[in-house]
């Protein structure tokens, strides 16, 4: 083909890769792959072009696939690029820029056949091609290769982490990682999670085996370093104008040197503008990583590469290391922390610090001692305060990390310490100073209410009220506004759980204040009903809790059995309410129990509140004159709760403070100031009795991953490699492990 080729639509017709592909055998002496591996080639980045090469490798793969069996080409091409790398780590050393120019481009031809024979047949054809020898000689390659798979891999790790990465090393280095990604791909054409796989096999036992520490360490320090990709023409060898060669020239319409994440839709997140790769090594690295991190064990194997990410240490830890793992090794964990705090934007990097904070005991110690905690807490709030712009699976991995960080006292103490000014992105006030800690309280509190407001997903709002409960002991000098927003949040639910009752209960209710009035709360739910719609509410809810008082127990079971059951059965059982005609229980529909399972959420979420408020004024009233002034506020509207048979328990304390706090300002006068209510407040938490109000259990609760994780992580990192790997396409009608979204 040579220097005329101007186009990537035109490789089928190159000559060069016809004869690879064709009927005739190629010796690994022969010239031809001088000529076949001499060509200079920006690799595309946009999904046009990639789709473009995609296309074009596949009519040359189905041409190699019908003819290998006989001519062996694929193996002598392989063999070539073995024979090549031995000398790899000198040519650096010397500034051989032709001889890591070739094996490069080697390698890139093997990525390219790889990835469409992978997502075109089992692993076991894949296996088999492997086999397959050239019939045009003997192979100077030698004849100690017994497994070309094998030898290939273990090739790809010992330059991974043996190639010292310098301008001209870069692309090949690039290469190697994204041809380990490509081995392992098979996972994205198969529904079911891969449990027994051929490559899973290699990896974790044989000559791959020992490097596993090794690998792991390089992939964490590509990502912390973010090396940069080296100008245009540093990493490639410069063609001679007469020179001949496959992709020479081709790349004219490509932003020549220009790496960027190319997004194509699927479960994985859009990258925005801002996460354009300018280091796609690191990108890569950490993709790679992840993947190594997921594989699932084998049957007599645990995965090397999670127990090596479980064990490793600091470099300042002369400790010394398990002999029950042999992949322990030490990295520097400042350069680590450092690197995952500036770049939290990904899903990559967020997954990766979930899994050193659960896994690694080392790295949750260290990140838990820091001083400056909140260049780490900081970036994660962010990715919540912006739940709308991210996938469901970075909110909940970030969630998920505040979790494992509030279940230590020490954490929960020092956030209400760290003082912080002028936080710019949080747009319903302005924030001017504020604690870490009550930061965080408004963050989460704001992710709770989108979440039923929106997504309603049980598990993520489970999580939210775990991690504010957690903190609850040790909330200090709560900010006033985040006071207000854990009573306002609290008094909402409040005023729904009544109206939702109403709804499910009452269906001919004369209410109809009420129900105008949840009508015009807005989102934040700042709004105060109207002294009308307030008395309405004290009278309609203190005959409503006695009733749920005698029957209290029976009325979720009953709602849900006369709503899936047969209406018209004589025998269904239903609530012997004289507020409920039977007519209203013969036309029960889908809406009535979607009424029924919103009462139990609401009924949850007001409890984990109470108890949450509960375990602040029991623990840390004295801090806190903040959130009893916002309790005392709302007090007619908790005062209607007490008697209710769910929360009678919990309100036994919070009934205390109001009533203790309410008495304590009445005898101080009306017409008082903010500043004077808040005085009084402060003189009070020091006359009240600690051994008035009833003593918990202390709130605390611990993240446990549920039965066969990987059900979850392994489809979400290939959707993140599938969305974010640099100079990687698939055809998203092949992708089988998740579902393609549209959007």
């Not at 992840?290 to 645990?302: I, Q, S, W």
């Not at 006369?562 to 018209?568: F, I, T």
């Amino acid at each position: 083909m040579g220097a005329n080729s101007s186009s990537i639509s035109e490789l089928p017709e190159n000559e060069y890769l016809q004869k690879l592909s064709g009927s005739e055998p190629i010796s690994e002496n022969d010239p031809f792959w001088n000529q076949l591996l001499s060509f200079s080639f920006t690799t595309p980045t946009n999904s046009a072009d990639l789709k473009l090469l995609e296309e074009a490798t596949i009519s040359v793969c189905k041409s190699l696939v019908e003819k290998n069996p006989r001519t062996g080409n694929l193996g002598s091409l392989i063999k070539v690029f073995l024979s090549r790398t031995k000398e790899l780590k000198i040519s650096a050393e010397c500034q051989n820029h032709l001889f890591i120019w070739q094996a490069h481009n080697a390698l890139f031809i093997i990525c390219c056949l790889l990835k469409v024979f992978i997502s075109r047949m089992s692993e076991e054809e894949l296996q088999l091609h492997f086999t397959y020898e050239e019939k045009a000689g003997p192979s100077s390659y030698g004849t100690e290769c017994e497994d070309l798979i094998e030898e290939l891999l273990c090739c790809l790790i010992q330059l991974i982490v043996e190639i010292p990465l310098l301008d001209i090393t870069y692309s090949i280095s690039l290469e190697a990682v994204t041809t380990l990604i490509v081995f392992l791909s098979c996972q994205l054409f198969h529904k079911e999670i891969l449990r027994e796989s051929i490559i899973h096999k290699y990896l974790m036992h044989g000559r791959c085996l020992p490097y596993t520490s090794r690998l792991v360490k390089t992939l964490l320090y590509n990502f912390i370093r973010q090396e940069r990709s080296p100008p245009p023409g540093t990493h490639v060898f410069q063609q001679q104008t007469d020179g001949g060669g496959l992709l020479y020239g081709i790349a004219s319409g490509v932003a020549t040197g220009l790496w960027t994440v190319f997004t194509l839709g699927g479960v994985g997140s859009k990258a925005s503008a801002q996460l354009e790769q300018c280091s796609p090594l690191a990108s890569q690295s950490l993709l790679l990583l992840l993947v190594l991190a997921n594989l699932t064990d084998a049957p007599d194997t645990p995965n090397p590469y999670r127990q090596a990410i479980m064990s490793f240490k600091n470099t300042q830890d002369n400790t010394a290391f398990s002999s029950s793992n042999p992949h322990a090794f030490q990295i520097n964990f400042n350069s680590l922390y450092t690197a995952l705090c500036e770049q939290q934007k990904s899903d990559q990097a967020t997954l990766l610090l979930y899994m050193l904070l659960h896994q690694n005991s080392n790295v949750r110690t260290y990140v838990l001692a820091r001083t400056d905690i909140e260049n780490l807490v900081l970036p994660i709030l962010e990715i919540l305060y912006h739940v709308e712009e991210r996938n469901s699976h970075h909110v909940y991995m970030a969630l998920i990390i505040l979790l494992i960080l509030t279940e230590d006292d020490g954490f929960n103490r020092s956030i209400h310490e760290v003082i912080l000014k002028n936080i710019t992105w949080y747009a319903e006030r302005v924030l001017t100073e504020i604690s870490l800690g009550s930061l965080l309280i408004l963050v989460v509190i704001r992710t709770i209410q989108y979440n039923m407001t929106r997504t309603r997903d049980k598990y993520l709002h489970t999580n939210c009220l775990a991690a504010l409960a957690n903190m609850s002991a040790q909330f200090r000098s709560l900010h006033q506004y985040a006071a207000q927003r854990i009573i306002s949040y609290t008094c909402r639910h409040l005023r729904r759980y009544v109206y939702v009752l109403d709804k499910l209960y009452f269906p001919h209710s004369h209410c109809s204040t009420l129900q105008h009035c949840f009508s015009t709360l807005s989102d934040n739910g700042e709004e105060l009903l109207s002294l009308t719609c307030s008395h309405i509410l004290r009278s309609y809810a203190s005959s409503l809790f006695s009733l749920l008082s005698k029957k209290h127990n029976k009325v979720l079971e009953q709602a849900t059995q006369s709503l899936r059951g047969s209406l018209g059965s004589n025998d269904s059982p239903l609530p012997d309410y004289h507020f409920w005609e039977m007519s209203d229980c013969l036309h029960v529909s889908e809406t009535k129990l979607r009424h029924a399972q919103d009462l139990n959420v609401i009924e949850e979420v007001i409890r984990m509140m109470l108890e949450i408020i509960n375990s602040c004024l029991t623990n840390s009233l004295h801090h806190n004159p903040n959130l009893v002034y916002a309790l005392l506020y709302k007090r007619d509207l908790f005062e209607q709760f007490r008697t209710h048979p769910s929360f009678q328990d919990i309100m036994q304390n919070i009934d205390l403070v109001i009533s203790f706090f309410s008495s304590r300002l009445e005898q101080a006068g009306a017409e008082l100031s903010v500043e004077r209510v808040l005085e009084i407040i402060k003189q009070g938490a020091v006359a009240l009795p600690k051994d008035r109000l009833r003593k918990f259990p202390e709130l605390k609760f611990k993240y446990v991953e549920e039965e066969q994780p990987e059900e979850f992580f392994i489809p979400y990192v290939w959707s993140l490699v599938y969305n974010s790997a640099v100079a990687l396409y698939w055809n998203p009608r092949d992708i089988q492990l998740f579902t393609m979204d549209s959007g």
